[in-house]
């Protein structure tokens, strides 16, 4: 019975918990014991909340029980948290040595808002420290493992949470995506994550990477379950000042639209520069037979340019350790987690240069060290504010590109899972997984991971990314809704269905 449970697509089991032929309390057992069960292999949890979790679910069964209508159609299910969204509940980590221990005082809004649709939490998701990085390896708490392969990575930063999603843990996750942190994750674990507008999702209580940035966004298996918990945790919220005032766009209208399969009058465009040489050939195999797929749905193929894409790297890892070195000076041993006081005479300054040593990873050491650096006086002009003016262009980029186009298309990442260890020592290495990813969130706009097939030499996932205009997020899932269902039928059911036996325990 549980083993099924936690088989069901989110929809599915509000269905059940909803006719009440489930319980929420049995559903969130369901995923406790699977949890307990694959997670001391996969590692996709660094808090597990078991007695809060049925708690929620406890209390959305009783409001069911009195005949009430269920608090969202997501009310009940179960769902995996990043650690770097506050939870006044549990631990907040980010990952890193420097907040072990720490409790915000506070939720942030996603989990509030989470908890007000009766979502149940099940706990904290493993992620690359602050979110740096696409393999989840820089976690001070050791690496997730991806459910296809335990000795591949799950993605980052987001590892943990698309893990969850992949190893049948959680139906449901939230991820944060500054870069790629959510696509990448979800393309290299056969899952959907979607990256929505900046300002689509309040930032309030989203512990900081690099706020021009940084959006939160829904992890799920399937394009529906991804629909219904975006308009959970979007909208306006007055807590965060970027925040959109405008409603929701209807990403569950779309998706149910999309999934009757036709595009027809859509233009989809390609984006010559993103893919070609540089890639897996299998990568670029399965992106190219996903367009064929698109096209027989009856949606037009334009190739697009996007010129300033091949400079969107090189200016990221500029803003984004710029961004880091100040918000990350927060973390100065006297108000969070952390704190070595090296002898009982020790200076202020002493203080926070012993706890931030010993409390910071390398890689956020070597972001800060490098946003200090394009920040300072003599190299700003040269550095942040030139990569500024790249910024400035890829948006342009973008908004002549969907004049010809409803969407774009790419392949999410470069490659399938890499193997763990194979990538960490080098960082160059390790950016160029964001090749794909680094444009949408350079120009604030939505875009989204589906899994598109699986590379024939090692048997691993492949995303399609789909990008959308701000606020566009109704055609993306719509195009993604379609794609998916047409995938299915032709493949014979879900990519994840393909996951076989990698973790030693059912799935
Ligand atoms: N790989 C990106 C980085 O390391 C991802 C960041 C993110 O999306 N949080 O910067």
């Known amino acids: 019975m549980s083993v099924e449970l936690t088989r069901l697509t989110a929809a599915e089991l509000a269905e059940k918990i909803h006719s009440r032929e489930v ?14 069960e694959v997670d001391p292999v996969v590692h996709a949890f660094l808090h597990v909340a078991t007695q809060p979790a049925l708690a929620a679910a406890a209390e959305v069964d009783a409001a069911l029980a009195t005949g009430n209508k269920p608090a969202s159609p997501l009310a009940g299910v179960p769902l995996a948290l990043k650690d770097v969204l506050a939870t006044s509940d549990m631990p907040t980590t980010c990952g890193s040595k420097i907040l072990e221990g720490w409790r915000p005082p506070y939720d942030a809004t996603v989990a509030a808002r989470l908890r007000k649709a009766g979502v149940v939490i099940l706990g904290k998701t493993n992620m690359d420290e602050f979110a740096m990085g696409s393999s989840t390896e820089h976690s001070a708490y050791g690496p997730t493992h991806n ?16 893990a969850s999603l992949a ?11 500054t870069g790629g942190s959510i696509r990448q994750p979800a393309a290299v674990t056969g899952t959907v994550g979607v990256k929505p507008t900046y300002g689509g999702v309040s930032r309030y209580g989203l512990v900081a990477c690099a706020s021009s940035l940084d959006q939160a966004g829904p992890c799920a298996r399937t394009v529906l379950d991804a629909a219904l918990l975006h308009e959970v945790i979007g909208g306006h919220d007055p807590l965060d000042s970027t925040s959109i005032d405008t409603p929701v766009p209807r990403v569950v209208d779309a998706a149910r639209q999309g999934a009757e399969g036709d595009l027809r009058g ?3 465009g390609v984006v010559r520069e993103l893919g070609g040489e540089g890639y897996q050939p299998e990568v670029e195999a399965t992106f190219r037979s996903a367009l064929s797929r698109l096209e027989s749905l009856g949606a037009e193929l334009v190739t697009v340019s996007c010129p300033h894409f091949d400079y969107a790297l090189a200016a990221y890892y500029l803003i984004l350790p710029s961004e880091v070195s100040s918000n990350l000076a927060r973390f100065d041993a006297m108000r969070y987690g952390l704190r070595v006081q090296p002898s009982l005479d020790s200076s202020a300054e002493e203080v926070m240069a012993a706890t931030r040593e010993a409390g910071f990873g390398d890689e956020v050491k070597r972001r800060i060290m490098l946003g200090t650096y394009a920040l300072s006086s003599g190299y700003y002009d040269a550095y942040y504010g030139k990569a500024q003016k790249v910024r400035t262009l890829i948006t342009r980029d973008f908004a002549a590109a969907f004049e010809q186009a409803d969407v774009l298309v790419s392949p999410t990442a470069p490659t399938t899972a890499f193997r763990i260890g194979e990538k960490v020592d080098n960082p160059l290495a390790m950016y160029l997984n964001d090749l794909c990813t680094i444009p949408a969130n350079m120009a604030g706009t939505p875009a989204m991971s589906v899994p598109a097939g699986l590379a024939e030499s090692d048997g691993l996932p492949v995303g399609l990314q789909i990008m959308a205009p701000t606020l566009g997020e109704a055609v993306m899932y719509r195009v993604a809704a379609a794609f998916e269902a047409a995938r299915n039928a032709a493949e014979g059911g ?3 269905q393909r996951l076989e036996n990698g973790l030693g325990v059912p799935v």
């Open 23 to 36: 319980s929420a309390v049995e559903a969130t057992q369901a995923h406790l014991d699977r949890i307990t």
């Open 494 to 496: 879900p990519l994840i």
């Open 147 to 162: 459910p296809w392969d335990t000795s591949r990575i799950p993605g980052g930063s987001g590892g943990g949470s698309a």
């Open 266 to 268: 859509l233009r989809i």
């Open 167 to 177: 190893a049948f843990e959680a139906p449901l996750a939230i991820g944060t995506d």
